[in-house]
């Protein structure tokens, strides 16, 4: 569980906005990141550099490390084109990769990706994926945006996973409603 300092840590909400009963929207001060908190859940700030936003999310029975790093490759990209790419299924090293930058489930560097998929339902792709090698099970998402890759990565300890889904569906970027109303493909007139 928590180590109990962390547990203490002042409690850091950003703007707040409406959303499901008892959650709480929080937006990243330098316009990275966004998410709803699931009811009860406190956010804390990591320390943060100029570039990327590192947040940790929690409960007593659950911790999450949500994370907003910049993407040179894709910061010209047409949103069209990053939603097309997101669809693509990340390669089991950069699965590995991402979830060991996470010290706190995996403090050998350990994980093992045990399942991925990739969720195209919505606007923007959201890849999935399993971990061994923590304590528990470790659940992961990626997103990409136009100049931004967004993870997240949660485990559950004795408390149930179903909480993860909302908070997964609930993260974004700032943009994401901008971006969404452009550049859609237009569909092929028929010949």
């Not at 700030?45 to 990327?52: I, K, R, T, V």
């Not at 945006?145 to 569906?169: K, N």
Request: glycine letters at 10%.
């Amino acid at each position: 569980m928590r180590k109990s300092a962390l547990a203490a840590a002042v409690v850091y909400i950003g703007l707040m906005a409406g959303g499901s009963a008892g959650a709480e929207q929080w937006n990243d001060p330098a316009g990275r990141l966004t998410f709803e908190t699931p009811p009860g859940w406190q956010v804390d700030p990591q320390d943060n550099n100029s570039a990327s936003t590192v947040v940790t999310t929690f409960d007593g029975s659950h911790d999450c490390y949500l994370f907003s790093t910049p993407n040179a490759g894709t910061s010209t990209a047409a949103p069209a084109r990053v939603r097309t790419a997101g669809a693509t299924q990340l390669s089991v090293d950069n699965w590995t990769q991402l979830a060991n930058a996470v010290n706190s489930f995996f403090r050998s560097g350990n994980a093992q990706l045990t399942s991925q998929s990739v969720d195209a339902s919505g606007a923007w792709p959201i890849q999935r994926a399993e971990f061994a090698g923590a304590e528990s099970t470790v659940y992961g998402i990626f997103q990409a945006r136009p100049g931004f890759d967004i993870a997240g990565f949660c485990m559950a300890y004795g408390g149930g996973t179903t909480v993860f889904e909302s908070l997964f569906r609930s993260i974004g970027h700032p943009n994401d409603a901008a971006w969404s109303a452009v550049d859609v493909p237009a569909v092929p007139p028929t010949p």
